[in-house]
């Protein structure tokens, strides 16, 4: 099992640009989450899918930020168009439930917005 | 809402020493509780976890953690640190048993000095 992969692992990119983030689950997971982290604010829930459908997205920032999951291996996080406070790491995790062990976590995409 | 705080956002001990690092939840008894360890520039790994089965669960790398209801707390130690424990952890909590989603606490930065 290769855990949950996540592309690219680092991005840089000019304010006002589109950036996508990709992020595949394990397979079998039916839940998947993307998380932010930064130094002020922490790890922050943005939006979670359960069987390709988004149950919570109040999490997400703004109108700025959409995510898709168009199967049930592949999801994206969209910003568009991107400015330098969305700089973070953006993690997406996955699981069967949270109860059965929680979640498995992706190594994350270092974003950074000039 | 169910939050978790952990007090302490940093903490230095030397090797071979008790680690504790500390952990409070908000309110009523929460479905799962959760410890998770980030090393530098990787995704978060799950520690143990609390499910309300045993008060003293036992994770990996030799942690373990403790629920005290009386206390409202779920403390994470390990009786002798070691050098590779260096790192920073995080304990979550999942707000209700209708939801998979896990709110995590601030983080606390374990130093291990030789």
């Known amino acids: 099992d290769a855990g949950v992969i996540q592309s690219p692992r680092h991005e840089v990119t000019e304010m006002g640009q589109e950036v996508t983030l990709r992020c595949k689950p394990i397979s079998g997971h039916d839940y998947l989450f993307w998380y932010r982290q930064t130094m002020m604010r922490g790890l922050e829930l943005l939006i979670y899918?359960?069987?390709?459908?988004?149950?919570?997205d109040s999490g997400m920032p703004e109108d700025r930020f959409s995510a898709k999951m168009p199967n049930a291996s592949f999801s994206t996080l969209k910003i568009q168009p991107s400015e330098p406070r969305d700089s973070a790491v953006y993690f997406c995790?996955?699981?069967?439930?949270?109860?059965?062990?929680?979640?498995?976590f992706g190594s994350g995409t270092r974003l950074t917005v000039v | 809402a169910q939050s978790v705080t952990q007090l302490g956002s940093h903490v230095s001990v030397s090797e071979g020493a008790l680690v504790l690092l500390r952990c409070n939840y908000s309110?009523?008894?929460?479905?799962?509780l959760f410890w998770y360890v980030q090393y530098p520039n990787q995704g978060l790994q799950l520690l143990l976890k609390?499910?309300?089965?045993?008060?003293l669960v036992k994770g990996i790398n030799g942690f373990e953690a403790e629920f005290k209801k009386s206390e409202t707390s779920f403390h994470l130690t390990k009786p002798s640190a070691h050098m590779s424990d260096a790192a920073e952890y995080f304990c979550?909590?999942?707000?209700?048993?209708?939801?998979?989603?896990?709110?995590f606490g601030t983080g606390t930065r374990l130093q291990v000095f030789p």
């Open positions: 995790a996955s699981t069967t439930g949270v109860g059965n062990y929680g979640y498995t």
């Open positions: 309110s009523s008894v929460p479905p799962y």
């Open positions: 609390y499910t309300s089965a045993a008060t």
């Open positions: 899918f359960n069987n390709n459908v988004p149950i919570d």
């Open positions: 979550a909590v999942t707000p209700s048993y209708n939801t998979d989603k896990l709110i």
